[in-house]
């Protein structure tokens, strides 16, 4: 099973939970000025690197090898989520994460009834335009993936309390004004709640270059068997 998303760096080890143990995963900070790239299998069992290696693309391939509780190592799940393990809930924190599926149509704008539904192309050399509404809060942004008309795109810009004025959002690629049908989170990956047990997955123990503070992270996992 393969998977991958995004995720915000927390500056702290932190645990992706995917529902099942992955045999392969990668990590890499998209916007880390190093570009750091960590790679782990299950296959790396030499205790100089059992937990990967960590790499510095942007300056060069300069390896640093993780040993064990630096880098990446399985993890089993089974916590309950309480105040203490789980230092917070708001989206981009935590320190237990999971997948967000949700879609935000109608939910964090400025205006709970109303719905956003229309895309306006505005400016097409910019891949620029509006919605129908204003989005505020924390969920949609810079990342948020947005299908419209059966087509998905990214947003690389709308901040909170815009969205609704001429050329106030950015998508990756210039979208024909259309309906839009889904609005995802920013980060693929948000807090577990409170009450709920943590599904396996992996755990993210190094905070240096890669899973830094308020940087976005992003992974690709397989969770292969074969020996």
């Not at 190093?34 to 690197?49: C, G, H, L």
């Not at 924190?93 to 539904?117: E, M, N």
Request: hydrophobic fraction near 35%.
């Amino acid at each position: 099973m393969k998977i991958g998303g995004t995720f915000n760096g927390t500056g702290a080890a932190v645990y992706i939970c995917l529902g099942f143990i992955p045999g392969i995963v990668n990590v890499r900070s998209v916007e880390d000025t190093d570009v750091a790239n960590v790679v782990w299998n299950k296959y790396f069992r030499s205790a100089e690197q059992d937990n990967g290696i960590l790499y510095y693309t942007a300056t060069g391939i300069v390896p640093t090898l993780y040993t064990a509780g630096e880098g990446i190592e399985p993890y089993e799940g089974g916590a309950l989520m309480t105040t203490t393990n789980q230092t917070s809930v708001a989206n981009g924190s935590g320190v237990f994460l999971k997948r967000d599926a949700k879609s935000y149509l109608a939910t964090d704008i400025i205006s709970g009834s109303d719905t956003i539904d229309t895309w306006t192309l505005d400016t097409s050399g910019n891949r620029t335009g509006h919605f129908n509404n204003d989005f505020v809060g924390t969920y949609v942004g810079e990342g948020s993936p947005i299908r419209i008309d059966g087509i998905e795109y990214i947003i690389e810009k709308c901040d909170a309390g815009e969205g609704e004025g001429d050329d106030e959002v950015t998508l990756s690629r210039a979208a024909a004004s259309g309906t839009v049908e889904y609005i995802g989170n920013m980060y693929d990956y948000a807090p577990v709640p409170i009450g709920m047990v943590s599904p396996a997955g992996f755990k993210l123990c190094a905070t240096s270059e890669i899973n830094e503070t308020d940087e976005l992270q992003a992974f690709l996992a397989d969770g292969f068997n074969s020996r």
